[in-house]
């Protein structure tokens, strides 16, 4: 079975703060994703990266950086926390595959508060 | 506007109850993706259908691919309390790293 791991199911921080979230997976895939999760919003992509070292923006990458200096672990890190980051932020990896056959696999997500 | 549109945004059934659960793209679809997602967790995938008129089952859920409509359905039948959660679809639009969800659907089943 897949596994993507992220290190925090709840995390409390305080604006400012300089904040980690990470994410490994098992299963030797070469994408990697991170995604914020919002009511009414769905899921929207923060960064992702198909490669060490290589990364991509997404949709909403203001506010955010990424690291991937290890295949099986994707970092994401908030510079400086507000409070309009607080969310539930969603790691996800999946093979390098043919158009439409990439299966992403989802960590348990970690909730985010910035108070 | 959304690029994947779910509809109904919510949804209350009796235990029993078959239901549908319809996600619409406006763009070309070249892979659509269900997932399930229990309240503040991850989401757990459940089927991915790639060509139109495709139809997929797991246990009582099935989904259909209908490419011209560029729409997929979600059909779950004689429902479950363990049905219960938020449906999501996503799309591979252009790449593999261009995929979207659409904002899901929470299903709630009454015993």
């Known amino acids: 079975d897949v596994k993507v791991t992220q290190s925090s199911r709840y995390l409390v921080k305080r604006t400012g703060e300089k904040v980690f979230l990470e994410c490994v997976q098992d299963m030797d895939h070469e994408n990697m994703f991170w995604y914020r999760q919002d009511p009414g919003l769905g899921l929207r992509l923060i960064y992702f990266?198909?490669?060490?070292?290589?990364?991509e923006k997404g949709d909403i990458p203001e506010g955010y950086s990424v690291s991937r200096e290890k295949k099986e672990r994707f970092s994401l890190i908030l510079e400086s926390a507000s409070t309009n980051q607080t969310s539930m932020y969603l790691c996800?990896?999946?093979?390098?595959?043919?158009?439409?056959?990439?299966?992403?696999?989802f960590g348990a997500g970690t909730r985010l508060s910035v108070l | 506007s959304q690029e994947l549109e779910q509809s109904p945004q919510s949804l209350i059934v009796q235990e029993g109850k078959n239901l549908t659960i319809n996600c619409t793209s406006s763009?070309?679809?070249?892979?659509l993706y269900w997932y399930k997602q229990k309240y503040g967790e991850g989401l757990i995938f459940l089927m991915m259908l790639q060509k139109g008129g495709e139809e997929k089952s797991h246990e009582k859920i099935t989904a259909k691919l209908d490419e011209k409509k560029q729409q997929s359905s979600l059909h779950i039948t004689a429902s479950q309390p363990s049905h219960a959660g938020i449906y999501l679809c996503?799309?591979?639009?252009?790449?593999?790293?261009?995929?979207?969800f659409g904002a899901g659907t929470r299903l709630t089943v009454k015993p």
């Open positions: 996503g799309a591979a639009h252009y790449n593999n790293n261009d995929m979207r």
């Open positions: 996800a990896s999946s093979s390098q595959g043919a158009l439409g056959k990439n299966i992403q696999y």
């Open positions: 763009k070309t679809l070249y892979g």
């Open positions: 990266s198909y490669d060490v070292k290589m990364k």
